[in-house]
């Protein structure tokens, strides 16, 4: 079982810039997917970015330019840094781990909250 906790979020004006961290408490298998989701008032759920555990990156291409998801360590495993923030980027964001031990297993963060002014 993995708990993730994500953190860094809060208000910053456009153009500014936040770095999220995603603390994961348990093991993960090396074979995962670990990513960054998005949820704005009103909205689905979207993804923002991804991380293989062979590094290979895939990102929305609202982000694209700007945003930056990379591995960290056990114990923070994954970041996302956001830059050139716009109010279109407003949302809570969410860490998720999809791992493959045999099945795969998706695990969800409680998110955190990310809101761009004008």
């Known amino acids: 079982q993995v708990r993730l906790v994500e953190s860094g979020g809060g208000l910053v004006q456009a153009g500014g810039s936040l770095r999220l961290s995603c603390a994961a408490s348990?093991?993960?298998?090396?074979?995962?997917?670990m990513g960054w989701y998005r949820q704005a008032p009103g909205k689905q759920r979207e993804l923002v970015a991804t991380?293989?555990?062979?590094?290979?990156?895939h990102y929305a291409d609202s982000v694209k330019g700007r945003f930056t998801i990379s591995r960290g360590n056990a114990n923070y495993p994954v970041y996302l840094q956001m830059n050139s923030l716009n109010p279109e980027d407003t949302a809570v964001y969410y860490c998720n781990v999809a791992e493959h031990g045999g099945r795969w297993m998706i695990y969800w963060g409680q998110g955190t909250q990310v809101t761009v002014s004008s």
């Open positions: 348990g093991s993960i298998f090396s074979i995962n997917v």
């Open positions: 991380i293989t555990s062979g590094d290979s990156t």
